[in-house]
DNA sequence: ATGAAAGCGCTAACAG
DNA sequence: CTGTTAGCGCTTTCAT
């Protein structure tokens, strides 16, 4: 018999007097009818398969693939608690920045079965709480978020949840739950060192409206100040421009930079695009760079190793960064505790041509 | 009594003998118990307020806030067939090319309260079958695809599962359910008349191995050919880059076409980031462009308008297409039938400097 | 090693 | 307008 498996019609006269038709498709109990054993047994089949004698286990295997079985995840989650999803909320899908963690992250998560549930937060705190619980409603087995909770009350609603949290991309003393970043004051700070040590005398930064942005443009400055290439903190030349800035509104900045008549010999860009940007504008001017002008980027974008001249830049392992997050909500899941709440990945200054 | 409410204890004695623990979370019931009503009415209060009197309305609203209760929607899903899911599966996250469809994607289905699921499918076809299958055991209300579906296999198992698809990025006589595209053969074509009306005579491309980008090339191939430019298809000097190809590869692929000493005045790059990786490389060698290189480009990336000179290039409007999807998945989500099953959205040149 | 029963939290269907 | 009942398809718990 080898017809394909039919479900029983649903006008049969013996149907219960209150009916919901179901989806229509195979389920466990249709698979077990097949192999004539219990419901039970199938989801052993495919859950706990070492629990379940060869012989049984093929039979059963041959019902799934006759009646074309494809398990309901969202039943499965219901009865188990566990999901299989994990979300993920970035400040804007667009920004290329986050795309290296967002790709390892999802890679990591296929290879246990696990499924990324994307989200938009844009850079502004607008709604956390309204954001997080539309994620908690999912029933996430973990919750990745490439920034650090702002409001207290959003803090509260995340803990409460009992859902694994891993808070990225920066760093804080107290995270609701887990946490993978850097100091970007420090980063800000090695960058001036960069600066010093080439000789310059006039630095500049264009930088992004975003919270992060701008800590890295205090450690800049800070730095700047604390080795005597600046007086004080505001002495700096700043360009900021919105986040999340187009490699365009890098050239526009540099040219307003310039239009301001005063030297600038050292650029801080908060972003690889902003750089590139300012790199092309420079060119289009027919300033040298290195000589008479050092840029340096943030972020290590795959173009940055190509520009002309190739882009001095701060690396982030944004690969590392999405593989250790998967591992921590999936060794959660998994029902180990993590021991290390904590991680700061550091970066990595990626010497090259521009400065 | 302002107390904060507390769910019965599990401890109790009255409890069943057969017990299960929830997620520990309020729940539906927990609500109606406190407001002193039904389920259902909570239920409606929450899907279909327009059904309930304001009075109630407030009523349960109030116990809601009170309980801290977030709805359970895999719950929600089971019981209903309708998760709020939709699935996106895109070739490579990391590819700049699919991000403003997905973007438009993710805030269309989030003003309706959806949510986005992300896969990645890679650019080989390898298993499209159990790609597919892990998102519909999700039970997503739609499946978008930035491709076509390959394998008949894989076509089947699609469209027996009863979820709404929408293939796109390309154009095909027929489609598993619904399709958003553009012709690549007609882009191609598009791109080889601005080189023959700039008067071209050796024109050259840069491509992706993907299948699209192949297309592309050979609708630049045949328009060149019928217009006399080129003898034959095969005289057109490629070199073929993988895909996702990023910058860096159009300035070794632009250095490999140079080294083959045949003479090139028009060049046509299968990416915008391909296009910019040569427009560096040409700059880097003093060749000017457009004066000497005739360069276009496809997909008007952000960077497109800002390269120094600015990119000519082919725009998808990956917005509209992502806002399209949206639409036409939640319509029929809504069950309303989709009247026009396939969309050719077409493309747009954008003549800028580079050619 | 396998099965039966109970229930995860919600909504559809029906009845009032 | 509101409540009751019966599932959605699965896994947990317990019994054999």
Not at 20 to 45: I, M, Y
């Amino acid at each position: 018999m080898n017809r394909t498996y039919q479900k029983p019609s649903l006008n049969e006269p013996s149907r219960p007097k209150r009916f919901r038709r179901g989806s229509g498709r195979a389920t466990l109990a249709d698979v077990a009818k097949v192999a004539g054993v219990s419901a039970q047994t199938v989801s052993r089949v495919l859950n706990n398969p070492s629990a379940v004698p060869t012989a049984t286990l093929e039979h059963v295997r041959d019902a799934i693939a006759q009646v074309r079985y494809v398990p309901n995840r969202l039943a499965g989650g219901l009865a188990s608690g566990r999901s299989k999803l994990v979300a993920a909320l970035v400040p804007a899908i667009a920004s290329p920045v986050f795309l290296e963690t967002l790709e390892a992250l999802t890679q990591a998560l296929a290879t246990q079965g696990y499924q990324l549930m994307l989200g938009e937060s844009g850079y502004d705190d607008a709604d956390e709480v309204q954001l997080f619980e539309n994620l908690i409603s999912r029933g996430p087995d973990g919750i990745v978020l490439t920034r650090v909770v702002q409001s207290e009350l959003a803090r509260q609603r995340l803990a409460s949840s009992g859902i694994p949290v891993v808070e990225t991309w920066d760093l804080t003393d107290n995270p609701v739950d887990m946490l993978i970043g850097f100091s970007h004051e420090q980063v800000g700070a090695c960058v001036a060192d960069i600066m010093i040590k080439r000789g310059v005398k006039y630095p500049a930064m264009i930088s992004g409206n975003d919270p992060r942005a701008r800590r890295r443009r205090i450690g800049y400055a800070k730095r700047l100040v604390e080795k005597g290439c600046l007086r004080t903190e505001e002495d700096l030349q700043v360009a900021e421009v919105p986040a999340p800035a187009p490699m365009g509104y890098g050239r526009r900045a540099f040219r307003e930079l310039l239009a301001r008549q005063v030297p600038i010999d050292g650029l801080f860009c908060s972003t690889d695009m902003l750089a590139l940007g300012a790199l092309i504008e420079a060119q289009h001017r027919k300033i040298i760079v290195p000589d008479q002008l050092a840029v340096v980027g943030f972020g290590d974008l795959v173009i940055a190793a190509d520009t002309s001249p190739a882009l001095t830049t701060v690396r982030i392992n944004g690969q590392k960064l999405g593989t250790l997050a998967a591992e921590l909500i999936m060794r959660r899941a998994s029902g180990n505790l993590v021991p290390d709440k904590i991680h700061d990945i550091g970066f990595e200054v990626v010497m090259r041509e521009s400065a």
